[in-house]
C-alpha cells in the first residue's frame, strides 16, 4: 500500500513538473543519495562576480531552484526529500557556477538568522543561504525564495 501512494504521489509530481532531478541523471550529481545541478567544471579563478544586481535577480529569476521539489532515491529505491535550505543553496551555487558566476554559501546561525529574518531557530539550527558580491557590495540571497538584500558595503 505504501509503495502504491508513494508511485501515485511521485506520478503526480512529475505530471505536474515538480519532480525534477533523479540519481544518474545528465544534469546532476549523486551525492549521498541526493540529486544536485551538476558543480561546474569551470575551475574556481575564472568565476566572476556578479556585474549588477539586475543580472543576479534575473539569474534568481530564470532559475527554478526556488520553486521546484527536488526528489531522489537512493540505490534501495528509496526516496529522501532532500528540499532542506542547504540542499537548495548548493544547488543554486552549482547552477551560478555552471552559469560562470560565484555565488557562495553561507551558514547562518540563531542569532544571525533572527537578525535577517525576525523568528528565532530552535538551539543547535542552522540556515544555509547563498551570498553574491558586486563590486563592493555583499548581498545574501535566500535560495528557497529568491530574496536578496544588502549585507556589507566596504569602501
Known sequence: MKRIILSTIITALVITGLFMAAPGSAD???ISGYGYAKASSIPV??????DSLEELEFFLDTDDTDSHLYLTANEDGIVYSNNQCEDRAIN?????EQAGKR???????????????????????????????????????????DKVWLVLYLD
Open 28 to 30: 546532476t550529481d549523486n
Open 103 to 145: 555565488l557562495e554559501t553561507e551558514i547562518l546561525d540563531r542569532g544571525e538568522y533572527y537578525k535577517w529574518y525576525g523568528i528565532w531557530m530552535k538551539p543547535d539550527h542552522y540556515r544555509v543561504i547563498n551570498k553574491a558580491q558586486i563590486d563592493n557590495n555583499w548581498y545574501y540571497v535566500d535560495p528557497e525564495t
Open 45 to 50: 579563478g575564472t568565476l566572476s562576480d556578479w
Open 92 to 96: 543554486l551555487r552549482n547552477r551560478a
